[in-house]
């Protein structure tokens, strides 16, 4: 069992940067892909980005491609999300969630096996 914990949300301003972070323990960390999810309310759940076991690979999202990058350490178990250049419409939860059946990373939520509780992240104008 893997339990995921997000933190670094918070409030800030439109153009402004933000690094999220989600420490994973419980298990082995290489043996999981990694993704990074947001919802914001009265909308799906979206994939944002990922990063493959070794780090190697990563895959984002249109909405977000260039102005934030994924990244993983392996010696602190951790998954980071650094977000330049924000915009309102980047207010959502932001979930990080592990998994096990891809050496990269995919964009259904549905394939992961462990989810995180969550982080606010909020960008006012």
């Known amino acids: 069992q893997v339990q995921l914990v997000e933190s670094g949300g918070g409030s800030v301003q439109a153009g402004g940067s933000q690094r999220l972070s989600c420490a994973a323990s419980?298990?082995?960390?290489?043996?999981?892909?990694m993704g990074w999810f947001r919802q914001a309310p009265g909308k799906e759940r979206e994939f944002v980005a990922g990063?493959?076991?070794?780090?190697?690979?990563?895959a984002y999202s249109d909405s977000v491609k260039g102005r934030f990058t994924i990244s993983r350490d392996s010696a602190k178990n951790t998954v980071y999300l650094q977000m330049n250049s924000l915009k309102p419409e980047d207010t959502a939860v932001y979930y990080c969630?592990?998994?096990?059946?891809?050496?990269?990373?995919?964009?259904?939520?549905?394939?992961?096996?462990?989810w995180g509780q969550g982080t606010q992240v909020t960008v006012s104008s």
């Open positions: 419980g298990g082995t960390f290489s043996r999981y892909a």
């Open positions: 969630a592990a998994d096990s059946g891809s050496v990269y990373p995919r964009r259904l939520p549905k394939v992961y096996d462990y």
């Open positions: 990063v493959s076991r070794s780090g190697s690979s990563t």
